[in-house]
């Protein structure tokens, strides 16, 4: 991957845990979903979902 960099991000090992889960039956790492998701925020010019304080 040309002009590649690393981050380094903070999570809750249990969001971690179950979002590798998840990933490895869609037979993706956490690696290529993270840049998936920078790529759709490129992409769309915004966070590729509602984020909102509840559900009223």
């Not at 960099?5 to 990933?23: A, P, Y």
């Not at 840049?35 to 769309?44: D, G, K, P, T, V």
Request: glycine share 8%; proline share 2%; charged share 25%.
């Amino acid at each position: 991957m040309l002009g590649a960099v690393n981050v380094t991000i903070r999570m809750d090992e249990n969001v971690k845990k179950h979002s590798e889960q998840v990933l490895h039956e869609l037979g993706l790492n956490i690696s290529t979903a993270i840049n998936m998701y920078m790529r759709a925020i490129a992409r769309q010019k915004k966070i590729p979902f509602e984020i909102s304080l509840g559900e009223g």
